[in-house]
């Protein structure tokens, strides 16, 4: 198997790859426009995101095979599939906030994790239209990457009070339960973005300290959070369980159910603890 430092090159070359062909068709540059937007039930799926999908996992299978390495994709697995048994798991969103993709706010991203024993060792979160990449690897530290290919270590912030914490917020994906945490927590910022790996890109560019995911009646998938965990905690950044555990991946079962927590790691322990004060207290009024 190849080194890890080729490994994530490769990883690099293709997410900068994804991330034109992404932009190509944002732009209008394919196909006139036309998106053949196909309603699923877990959202919508575009051309885009089966195109992009497709050159990922060709360029991955092309170069590294698949005797020591599973793929998991969202474009391409099934709810239902098993465990993968390789101890090194591919975790690759192709368009993660295709809604906001459709809507045209700029705010999509592509995801690229690869998994060691259910745990994220390697990363790469590309935002094609801020025109940068964002990249990993376990105990070596996160890095930005620009069109003009400078890179630069980054780091989330440093701020340390409850109250002066900014919250970064999806503009939809928010019921009852979610939007009552929200507006309780002692936080006073908010900032509106679509896309898991762009909010994250915010808390590591320091605009934003915070990011809350809590399942309902659905949940987040492997390929939503596995990449850009381990940018945030590479940066200096914590992302848990409410309850302090962390996230596996590739366990069979692709969604993440229950209260997740991404943050500068600052105040980490006591988010967890009020967020499930807070939803322990609007359960309670709700019975």
Not at 22 to 33: A, K, P, Q
Not at 81 to 104: A, C, H, M, N, Y
Not at 165 to 177: F, G, I, K, N, Q
Request: aromatic letters at 8%; glycine letters at 8%; proline letters at 3%.
């Amino acid at each position: 198997m190849k080194e890890l430092s080729e490994i994530l090159e490769l990883a690099r070359s293709i997410g900068w790859g994804a991330s034109y062909l992404l932009r190509s068709y944002y732009h209008g540059e394919i196909n006139d426009g036309n998106l053949d937007i196909q309603n699923k039930k877990d959202g919508p799926v575009t051309a885009a995101d089966i195109a992009v999908n497709h050159y990922i996992l060709d360029r991955l299978k092309t170069n590294l095979g698949e005797e020591d390495f599973g793929y998991i994709s969202e474009e391409t697995y099934k709810l239902h599939s098993k465990q993968l048994e390789e101890s090194f798991v591919w975790i690759i969103d192709p368009l993660d906030g295709t809604r906001d993709f459709i809507d045209k706010t700029g705010e999509y991203a592509i995801h690229i994790a690869l998994v060691k024993d259910h745990r994220p060792i390697l990363a790469v979160v590309a935002y094609p239209e801020a025109e940068k990449l964002y990249y990993a690897t376990l105990g070596e530290g996160a890095f930005v990457e620009t069109i003009d290919k400078q890179i630069t270590p980054i780091k989330v912030s440093e701020r340390n009070l409850i109250e002066d914490l900014t919250l970064v917020v999806s503009r939809t994906h928010r019921d009852e339960r979610l939007n009552y945490l929200l507006q309780t927590l002692p936080c006073k910022e908010r900032k509106y973005v679509g896309s898991v790996g762009c909010k994250i890109a915010n808390i590591i560019e320091q605009k934003a300290d915070i990011y809350i995911s809590l399942s309902g009646k659905s949940a987040p998938k492997d390929w939503d959070m596995a990449a850009p965990e381990l940018i945030l905690t590479e940066a200096g950044g914590q992302f848990t369980h409410f309850d302090g555990t962390p996230l596996k991946y590739n366990q069979g079962d692709v969604n993440q159910w229950g209260g997740l927590l991404a943050s500068n790691g600052n105040c980490q322990v006591e988010l967890c603890t009020e967020s499930e004060r807070i939803l322990a207290e609007f359960d309670s009024k709700d019975n």
